[in-house]
């Protein structure tokens, strides 16, 4: 049986994230074009920080010509592009409502932290919980008084919506920036809102919640369940798949059904889901035309590269993987290891397609 959220630890967070990122030799072999730390510099006002581990400018996006992800500046979001993010939200703090022209797949890492919408809805979402946000009007809240949150999240353009003939569109950066000065004194409570319904204490599967739009274009819960694993024979693993788009750009009007697609890697989309690799087991050989954001979220795990080198990863570690071959093992004797994997259509300029 699950522990009750009240139970849970408190995680020890570091200033720095570990990134991994992986890209290939002009062999066309596996090789790392980075490993270092990201510091976690903070927003304007103080009481949020976070870093951006990897952009690319398009979607789907480029293995071989773009490396400069790292470089690059995302703002909110990047148009046309996708962003992987980690945020931390110290205690009390609130953020303002605001909009992202993107389908966004986020993983709770620590803390409790509160999804609010523009509707009055909002979600308590606990470390492991995921979120498919489909371009609503949303603010996070940290209702704890002295424990931060930290949230990942992976950001893919989305077409705009229409609804009732009025076209929604992306809060500019300037106003949260001056929003969030303006409040930096303002308390957790200062939004009058209505908790969504709690988590089953019996759950076992992944809490999953989805964001949508009523017929007026207000922000509203679609769906809180719990997904569950499934074996992956050709894996050697279980695999929870979360969310599916058809394309990218991805559509937040009409992707309503994405979720019962089957398989973790979607042609011309995107895809989320959790890997989990039981003590002792290594996946097979895997290759596709993606670019995965990958977070380890409990456990350790090696990522092998072409020529045997190992890379272990730890719980709150990032890796990128650009479309390069890769093999998970989980080195512990004793202990499964969990990685949140979001796929984004991409080109590996001919680079084959492996599946061992």
Known sequence: MKSSPTKRPKARLTNTIRRVVTTHDPAGKTVLLTDDRLALPSFPGGKAKGAVVWTTSTVPADNIADVQGEKRAAGMSLKGGSVLRITEFGPGFVSPMHRTLSIDYAVVLSGMLELVLDSGQAVKLWPGDTLIQRGTNHAWRNPSPDLPCRIMVAMIEARPVTIAGKRLTQTPTWRMIASVLAGTFRRASSYNIATGK???????????????????????????????????????????????????????????????????????????????????????????????????????????????????????????????????????????????????????????????
Request: hydrophobic share 40%; with cysteine; aromatic share 4%.
């Open 198 to 356: 709690p988590r089953p204490p019996e759950a076992t599967g992944v809490w999953r919640v989805v964001t949508g739009h009523d017929a007026s274009g207000k922000a509203v819960v679609l769906s809180e369940q719990e997904a569950h694993p499934v074996a992956c024979p050709s894996l050697d693993a279980t695999e929870t798949t979360l969310w599916n788009t058809q394309q990218v750009p991805a559509d937040n009007k009409n992707d309503e059904n994405a979720a019962s697609v089957a398989g973790s890697a979607i042609r011309s989309g995107s895809a989320f889901h959790i890997l989990e690799l039981a003590p002792g087991l290594m996946t097979e050989t895997r290759r596709g035309p993606s670019i995965d954001y990958c977070i380890l979220l409990s456990g350790k795990a090696e990522l092998i590269l072409d020529d045997e080198r190992k890379v272990l990863l730890s719980a709150g570690d990032a890796a990128v993987l650009r479309g390069t071959v890769q093999i998970w093992r989980n080195p512990s004797p004793d202990m499964s290891c969990k990685i949140a994997v979001c796929r984004i259509e991409a080109r590996n300029s001919g680079l084959p397609i492996c599946t061992v």
